[in-house]
């Protein structure tokens, strides 16, 4: 979307118009931001009881239109009439820290730079991801072995952090890598900071060092990596190019990287959370992976890429995970036209919403929705029946996320190293509480103990 359009865009916003949706705009200048932070299911479900399944909110000093259900989830993300920007939509949040992501571009510019994306997730290099994961894997499990009894959640970050500098900048966890992991965590808590300035003192300020430093770190490497045949994201990201021969320029190498690094960190260790937490709540499904992975007969624990296909009821409870939580719990756009949807009529220039953990919850379309179960993905479950908008952990349409595969396959490796040695343990009776925004994580860090199995 051009600079132009975007300013046309923001100048004919009809308030009027908007002020017609059903809503309310909360609570004096901050609106619903607070409430939206502190539980978004619940003001979502009370908003939703009292106005239906289109409504209209005030949060983070904008108007915002939240449209609910399978079916308003396939009208934006599949944006057959082109209605909506990424762009404007995720600008807010994002914009200052990870400019020119491939989520924030749009429409034939955001086609032509997918498209050299996906040469760095094609089949040949997701096999050389998938080596380094397998190989990396061991000795971090092993040191959680030995640790036997800590929070789970801090583990898999720092676990996860190590899997990023191995596979997405081929180098080595030491010290500079643990200064890039400062500059990326630093950059993401400010991503959703209500100080939106960089202010001294403010996690803005932090965000926005943070991406001096990458941004410079990344520039520097660049030149070492072009054409070599590194086997990490990086590298394959610097040489990839599109069947016509087009690539990046550095600037975009380094924007497309800072910002599949967020995309791709937080995401995995979010659900990798939330399926450990539901296995160790339900061992019958400890057992039935653990056979699964112990019927692929594997020499040692490096799961083979062809292999991934077969751990059938592994990928049932990680999408059911990822149903409970889903690490991005909700997608902003901005409607570029005036349009309608279920007889509302939404201005152009309106930010709208989709929320899927909304839809994930729902009892009308997931029966017992705060239930465990697996098998709702297998096709005697239902899987084939439901609305195909019923589940978007990973979006849909032509932002679909580019690293679901890349996901799956990280959270089959470390099933796969972790549960043929380890049964996960919880505290008797052990509930915790799950903070949705920014991101899904549990607000005890989720206290587990690994018993070994040898
Ligand atoms: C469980 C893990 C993950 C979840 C739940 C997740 C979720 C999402 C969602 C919901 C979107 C679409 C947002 C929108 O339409 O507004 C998205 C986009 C994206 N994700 Fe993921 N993601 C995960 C892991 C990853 C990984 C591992 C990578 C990279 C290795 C990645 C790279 C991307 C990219 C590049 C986009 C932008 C795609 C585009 O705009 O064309 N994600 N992700």
Same mark, same amino acid.
């Given at each position: 979307?051009?600079?132009?359009?975007?300013?046309?865009?923001?100048?004919?916003?009809?308030?009027?118009?908007?002020?017609?949706?059903?809503?309310?705009?909360?609570?004096?200048?901050?609106?619903?931001?607070?409430?939206?932070?502190?539980?978004?299911?619940?003001?979502?479900?009370?908003?939703?009881?009292?106005?239906?399944?289109?409504?209209?909110?005030?949060?983070?000093?904008?108007? !915002?239109?939240?449209?609910?259900?399978?079916?308003?989830?396939?009208?934006?993300?599949?944006?057959?009439?082109?209605?909506?920007? !990424?762009?404007?939509?995720?600008?807010?949040?994002?914009?200052?820290?990870?400019?020119?992501?491939?989520?924030?571009?749009?429409?034939?510019?955001?086609?032509?730079?997918?498209?050299?994306?996906?040469?760095?997730?094609?089949?040949?290099?997701?096999? =050389?991801?998938?080596?380094?994961?397998?190989?990396?894997?061991?000795?971090?499990?092993?040191?959680?072995?030995?640790?036997?009894?800590?929070?789970?959640? *801090?583990?898999?970050?720092?676990?996860?952090?190590?899997?990023?500098? @191995?596979?997405?900048?081929?180098?080595?966890? %030491?010290?500079?890598?643990?200064?890039?992991?400062?500059?990326?965590?630093?950059?993401?808590?400010?991503?959703? %900071?209500?100080?939106?300035?960089?202010?001294?003192?403010?996690?803005?300020?932090?965000?926005?060092?943070?991406?001096?430093?990458?941004?410079?770190?990344?520039?520097?490497?660049?030149?070492?990596?072009? =054409?070599?045949?590194?086997?990490?994201?990086?590298?394959?990201?610097?040489?990839?190019?599109?069947?016509?021969?087009?690539?990046?320029?550095?600037?975009?190498?380094?924007?497309?990287?800072?910002?599949?690094?967020?995309?791709?960190?937080?995401?995995?260790?979010?659900?990798?959370?939330?399926?450990?937490?539901?296995? %160790?709540?339900?061992?019958?499904?400890?057992?039935? @992976?653990?056979?699964?992975?112990?019927?692929?007969?594997?020499?040692?624990?490096?799961? *083979?890429?062809?292999?991934?296909?077969?751990?059938?009821?592994?990928?049932?409870?990680?999408?059911?995970?990822?149903?409970?939580?889903?690490?991005?719990?909700?997608?902003?756009?901005?409607?570029?036209?005036?349009?309608?949807?279920?007889?509302?009529?939404?201005?152009?220039?309106? @930010?709208?919403?989709?929320?899927?953990?909304?839809?994930?919850?729902?009892?009308?379309?997931?029966?017992?929705?705060?239930?465990?179960?697996?098998?709702?993905?297998?096709?005697?479950?239902?899987?084939?029946?439901?609305?195909?908008?019923?589940?978007?952990?990973?979006?849909? =349409?032509?932002?679909?996320?580019? %690293?679901?595969?890349?996901?799956?396959?990280?959270?089959?490796?470390?099933?796969?190293?972790?549960?043929?040695?380890?049964?996960?343990?919880?505290?008797?009776?052990?509930?915790?509480?799950?903070?949705?925004?920014?991101? @899904?994580?549990?607000?005890?860090?989720?206290?587990?103990?690994?018993?070994?199995?040898?």
């Amino acid at each position: 979307m051009s600079a132009e359009t975007t300013a046309d865009t923001v100048e004919t916003f009809d308030k009027k118009a908007l002020f017609k949706i059903p809503g309310d705009t909360g609570l004096p200048f901050f609106g619903h931001t607070f409430r939206l932070l502190k539980d978004p299911i619940s003001f979502g479900r009370s908003m939703r009881q009292k106005y239906g399944d289109v409504y209209r909110t005030y949060s983070f000093f904008k108007h !915002n239109v939240s449209l609910l259900g399978p079916d308003a989830n396939e009208f934006v993300l599949m944006d057959r009439g082109k209605n909506f920007s !990424n762009e404007l939509g995720w600008s807010p949040y994002l914009e200052r820290l990870f400019p020119r992501g491939l989520m924030l571009l749009d429409f034939d510019e955001h086609k032509a730079h997918r498209h050299i994306m996906a040469a760095a997730f094609k089949t040949a290099p997701m096999k =050389g991801y998938m080596e380094r994961l397998n190989a990396a894997m061991p000795e971090r499990i092993a040191e959680w072995g030995k640790r036997k009894s800590f929070q789970f959640y *801090p583990a898999i970050k720092e676990l996860s952090l190590d899997m990023a500098t @191995i596979v997405f900048l081929g180098l080595e966890p %030491g010290p500079e890598s643990n200064k890039i992991n400062q500059a990326l965590t630093d950059m993401v808590s400010a991503s959703l %900071g209500v100080i939106r300035v960089p202010l001294p003192g403010t996690i803005m300020r932090k965000g926005v060092k943070g991406r001096e430093f990458m941004v410079d770190f990344l520039m520097r490497e660049i030149p070492k990596r072009r =054409g070599t045949e590194g086997t990490d994201i990086f590298t394959q990201l610097v040489n990839a190019q599109d069947d016509e021969g087009n690539s990046f320029t550095d600037q975009e190498v380094v924007d497309h990287m800072i910002f599949l690094w967020m995309a791709a960190h937080d995401t995995i260790t979010s659900s990798v959370t939330t399926l450990v937490y539901e296995l %160790g709540r339900h061992t019958d499904w400890q057992g039935k @992976i653990r056979q699964e992975i112990a019927d692929l007969g594997l020499n040692d624990d490096s799961l *083979p890429y062809e292999k991934m296909k077969d751990l059938v009821l592994t990928e049932y409870a990680f999408k059911e995970a990822l149903r409970m939580n889903p690490p991005v719990p909700a997608m902003p756009r901005m409607t570029v036209r005036d349009i309608e949807f279920k007889g509302h009529h939404i201005p152009k220039g309106t @930010i709208v919403g989709v929320s899927n953990i909304m839809t994930h919850r729902d009892p009308e379309t997931w029966p017992e929705p705060e239930h465990f179960d697996p098998m709702r993905f297998s096709p005697e479950g239902g899987a084939r029946e439901r609305h195909r908008f019923a589940w978007v952990p990973f979006g849909g =349409g032509a932002h679909m996320c580019l %690293g679901l595969h890349f996901a799956y396959m990280q959270s089959k490796v470390i099933m796969a190293h972790l549960l043929p040695h380890f049964a996960i343990e919880l505290p008797a009776g052990y509930e915790t509480d799950f903070q949705i925004m920014p991101l @899904i994580k549990p607000v005890d860090g989720l206290p587990v103990t690994l018993r070994a199995l040898d």
